[in-house]
């Protein structure tokens, strides 16, 4: 099992830069698929980024392809999300998530079995 917890959120202009980290707990991090959600009001919890267990593959989502990078240590157990070029659109509440075992897709949020608590990025116009 694994515990996460989001940090790096905050409010910040349209063209600006965030980059959000993922500390986990637990000994098998490195094992974990990790993935990128976020939500925002009103709206259904969508795929942003995921990462495999070694880093050596990545996953984006249209909308932030080319703005974000996805990137792990796992060594510090710590998964990171560096948005650039930021748009208002983006603002919502970010999770990190773990893959474990799950028939789900990795872009789905059925396909991840913890969550963290998320950290809020708002981007004004």
């Known amino acids: 099992q694994v515990q996460l917890v989001e940090s790096g959120g905050g409010l910040v202009q349209a063209g600006g830069s965030l980059r959000l980290s993922c500390a986990a707990s637990?000994?098998?991090?490195?094992?974990?698929?990790m993935g990128w959600f976020r939500q925002a009001p009103g709206k259904e919890r969508e795929f942003v980024a995921a990462?495999?267990?070694?880093?050596?593959?990545?996953y984006y989502a249209a909308s932030v392809k080319g703005r974000c990078t996805i990137s792990r240590d796992n060594a510090k157990k710590t998964v990171y999300l560096q948005m650039n070029m930021l748009k208002p659109e983006d603002t919502a509440l970010y999770y990190c998530?773990?893959?474990?075992?799950?028939?789900?897709?990795?872009?789905?949020?059925?396909?991840?079995?913890?969550w963290g608590q998320g950290t809020q990025v708002t981007v004004s116009s």
């Open positions: 998530a773990a893959r474990g075992q799950s028939d789900g897709s990795y872009y789905t949020p059925l396909g991840y079995n913890y």
């Open positions: 637990g000994r098998t991090f490195s094992s974990y698929f």
């Open positions: 990462i495999s267990w070694s880093g050596g593959s990545t």
